[in-house]
């Protein structure tokens, strides 16, 4: 066959799954082909939902194909291999997709080494040599292997941009501050980011102030809570003495008194507990967009720098000392108090108990907490509008009703590359972050054999292909509620809680970030509780949508 001239190239052969030739070739109904094993393993991963997708052109299938392999294609494989072409070696230098590949690569692509700020271009370690070698590319600016070189070329000008105009906020290049920027006021590109790198020093400093500020607050919580049990405890000691004398009669209203007092102990150390783990969010939260900041102060492309900055997002509200004060600490001292006034009334007095006593132990509270909501008019005080962020959304989804409607087209549509768009599966984010408390609701329409993830996520959440990291549910970035008619399924982190609960095609979300609390609710003339998680969330979230069949709809509902 090679002596007939025939040229074919290796990646013809090969599984686009392990990247390795063919072994066991099997060709599904939309026509591409893949090793028997592979492809069974990628189904195994999706069985649980019984929709079965083709990893390249996305096609779905239901039910399951049944895989028979393709003895032709298995036959020819084995013939190549014959006269020469053999699978490429499993080499760690080979570019995956979330390295940056080499430009002048051709065929398989090797990871790059280092870019250029003047080519514009990545270098695997043999192109790169030219740039060490040859006197006129060691000028050349060389930083780390980036993918987004292209965003320092204008694209009215195609040219570099070299130079920051501080009036509009954005990297221009030389043909830009002689025309529509004519009057600008312009800097160069690196006295841009020296400006910059200033205001983010000063935002570090707030960071690490409001870090101190929050650590004396837990601190403070801590004493409280020792103070809590310590007079809870002596409360206790003493009232079991004077109760003990008392006998049989008092017996009773001893137990009464020491539950009471244990019980408000334990509410009170749980709202102590529920604030120090607030505390501990915003820390973590003020700690990694700390380092978010340490990070991009580090970049030594001044333009990916200057592009990057704007979106940082602002801080936070930052959760007031003020809200954390403890009070003194007298009330389980008046309990003891109060039974020793009653200790020598016996019978006649034994009723003041529940009138005396034990109001006095329920007034012990050190912060107060925010109720959850009970009624439809209760969750709707905390109604948040969703808008979907099309620069999330698969190439698949066509977004509506003001990007609050989301329904799944056979045809893509036509979206500019971007990198938060979800490549793999059919999911779409919001624009809106969501913290503190917030309520919305979704009206579902799925066609036969579909079905519809109501998700949360963080914005971290991985973007490019099929994996469990990108998909809701199935990691610990993201928690998902799976709904198809009556039959609900939640999911976290890849596993699996059925849920039970009346049809419906609306469905409610409560979230209470600070609290840890997300509940799903299904919606008609009462709210029926479907599934309530209680977690700690460490960062902002954002409320997502996953469509599994074609010309399935999901629309964020407008609430009065």
Request: glycine share 4%; with cysteine; net charge negative.
């Amino acid at each position: 066959m090679a002596q007939r001239g025939l040229q074919l190239e290796q990646e013809t052969f090969c599984c686009s799954i392990c990247l390795d030739l063919l072994k066991d070739p099997v060709a599904i109904d939309c026509g591409h082909s893949y090793c028997m094993s592979c492809i069974k393993t990628h189904w195994d991963n999706q069985d649980e939902r019984g929709i079965y997708i083709c990893p390249q052109c996305r096609h779905t299938f239901t039910p399951r194909p049944v895989l028979q392999k393709n003895t032709m294609l298995a036959d020819l494989v084995e013939e190549l291999k014959k006269t020469g072409l053999q699978a490429a070696p499993a080499d760690h230098c080979y570019a995956g997709p979330e390295d940056v590949a080499c430009d002048v690569c051709t065929g398989i692509k090797l990871k790059a080494l280092k870019s250029c700020l003047v080519c514009l271009a990545s270098y695997c370690e043999k192109h790169l040599q030219p740039h060490f070698q040859s006197p006129p590319f060691k000028k050349h600016k060389l930083v780390e292997p980036s993918d987004k070189l292209q965003e320092n070329i204008c694209s009215r000008h195609d040219e570099v941009m070299k130079i920051f105009c501080r009036t509009d906020q954005q990297c221009i290049c030389y043909l830009c501050s002689v025309d529509e920027h004519k009057d600008h006021d312009t800097v160069s590109a690196a006295a841009g980011r020296t400006e910059k790198q200033r205001e983010l020093g000063l935002r570090r400093q707030t960071i690490q102030q409001r870090l101190q500020d929050r650590e004396k607050d837990m601190k403070l919580l801590q004493q409280g809570e020792e103070a809590v049990n310590s007079s809870a405890d002596k409360a206790v000691e003493d009232s079991e003495k004077i109760f003990a004398e008392l006998i049989r009669l008092l017996e009773k209203r001893s137990s009464d008194v020491k539950q009471e007092i244990r019980s408000q102990q334990e509410t009170e150390v749980s709202r102590v507990k529920e604030l120090q783990e607030r505390l501990e969010q915003e820390i973590t939260e003020l700690k990694r967009r700390d380092d978010e900041l340490k990070q991009l102060s580090h970049i030594e492309d001044h333009n990916q720098f200057l592009h990057i900055y704007p979106s940082l997002s602002p801080l936070s509200e930052a959760t007031h000392s003020s809200s954390i004060r403890i009070r003194p600490l007298r009330n389980f001292e008046d309990v003891t108090a109060a039974v020793s006034q009653v200790r020598g009334r016996l019978q006649e007095l034994l009723s003041e108990t529940q009138t005396k006593i034990l109001p006095i132990v329920s007034q012990v509270d050190v912060s107060q907490s925010q109720p959850e909501p009970k009624t439809r008019a209760d969750f709707l005080k905390y109604s948040q509008k969703i808008t979907l962020d099309p620069n999330t959304a698969n190439t698949r989804l066509l977004l509506s009703e003001g990007n609050r409607k989301v329904t799944v087209m056979r045809e893509e549509q036509s979206y500019s590359n971007h990198p938060d768009r979800f490549t793999g599966w059919c999911q779409v984010l919001s624009r809106e972050s969501l913290t503190g408390c917030c309520y919305w609701e979704l009206e579902v329409d799925v066609e036969r054999g579909g079905g519809v993830d109501l998700a949360v996520a963080y914005k971290n959440i991985s973007r490019a292909g099929r994996s469990n990291e990108c998909g809701f549910g199935f990691n610990a970035k993201s928690w998902s509620l799976f709904c198809v008619g009556n039959i609900y399924n939640f999911y976290y982190n890849n596993i699996k809680t059925p849920v039970s609960g009346p049809q419906s095609s609306r469905v409610g979300v409560y979230l209470d970030h600070s609290a840890g609390v997300l509940s799903f609710y299904s919606v008609s003339d009462t709210m029926t509780l479907l599934h309530r998680v209680q977690t700690t969330f460490t960062q902002p979230l954002y409320a997502g949508v996953w469509v599994h069949n074609s010309g399935s709809t999901a629309e964020f509902c407008k609430l009065k």
